[in-house]
């Protein structure tokens, strides 16, 4: 008479036979159910004798071409930026701390831009003159980076803006106009005016600010991100 299940357990004896069974029965199942696809067979292929893959070479993707506009503050370097700005709030420095700035694009020299005279505390015709500065160096600077040949506007390198948090944002304004100015100037008013138009024209971003009223140090590190930007 066979001996029942329960009292194997409680004499602290296990039988392992259905279990034994089960993992046959399941062996059995796999080795004759398994097939190699003809994707399996192709890796197989495609793998050298040795069983040990061949290093490939990878080329590099390319970064996206594009033109930099960097705005900066003048005569301020990057390591000394905290002691330079604690200098000046110490000596009670009224209206903008930072009132001049250095346009640059590319590696090209910069050109210095008056804070005072942009925020119209001069004649007109010194703003006027100071807006023609702007506007004429960045149509020369443009048009030394024009791709020849290009057949639509839009295929042109982008311009990105990039303006140091401690700057005012009048003059990343200041500098949007003057390359908007430029495209208005190469493809005609309209088109380069029009805002429903500027899918057909040059792509000018701006680059993303750093949180305004961070420590001075990391200010610091952005200035020196932006003057070392080419």
Known sequence: MAEHA????????????????????????????TRF????????????????????????????RQIMLSLYPEGFQPSD??????????????????????????GDEPLHISGTILSGRGDGAALLHEMERIHDYVYWALREREIAGAPERREQEPVVIQCFSGLSWKFA?????????????RTGLQLATDPTQWALVRTIDFAPPQ???????????????VINRK
């Open 173 to 185: 304004l200041i500098a949007y106009d003057a390359v908007r100015a430029y495209e208005a100037d």
């Open 6 to 33: 329960a009292d194997s357990i409680g004499e602290g004896r296990l039988d392992l036979v259905p279990m034994i069974d089960c993992i046959k029965l399941l062996l059995l199942f796999f080795i004759l159910t």
């Open 81 to 106: 930026y905290r002691d330079q700005m604690l200098a000046l709030k110490q000596h009670g420095a009224g209206g903008e701390v930072l009132a001049n700035a250095q346009l640059r694009i590319g």
């Open 37 to 64: 696809t003809v994707m399996d067979q192709a890796i197989a292929s495609l793998l050298p004798p040795s069983g040990q893959a061949q290093p490939t070479r990878v080329e590099a993707a390319n970064p996206p």
């Open 211 to 225: 949180v305004r009223n961070i420590r001075a140090n990391q200010l610091g590190e952005e200035l020196y991100d």
